[in-house]
């Protein structure tokens, strides 16, 4: 490895820290100085990817949840798309009413049982997620 030479302002507690090592070891300063700036940057490597471990760890098991719920979802609103699909042929209705221009009585409780059940599911997510806080502490 090529060296350059550098001229650097140091602390004097840095510089007792770097001769320490030296003497430690029994190396040159400027080696040391290698070898401590080397263990620093191999300690940010592996400090780096034990946080990507961590970070992929936890996102992991919300994904596989997440993808659970959006493979059932997805499975769900095809098979209700096939049944409405079915019902327009087999009853040969030509035009549409959406939504937007009238809500039927089911429709107006339909959204109101969703409603409900999305916020009792995040209400008992809430609950779980202060238990399993409180255990931790």
Known sequence: MEKCKKHYYLSPKTIEYINHYAKEKNIK???ALDQIC???QNQNDDLLEQIKSAVREVTKIDLERIRAGTNST????????ELMNHHFVVH???NLISTEQLKSPGIIEAEKVVQDRISNQRIKKLERERTMSDSDS
């Open 29 to 31: 300063p400027s080696i």
């Open 38 to 40: 080397e263990e620093h």
């Open 74 to 81: 997805d499975k769900q609103t095809k098979m209700l798309l």
């Open 92 to 94: 040969k209705y030509k």
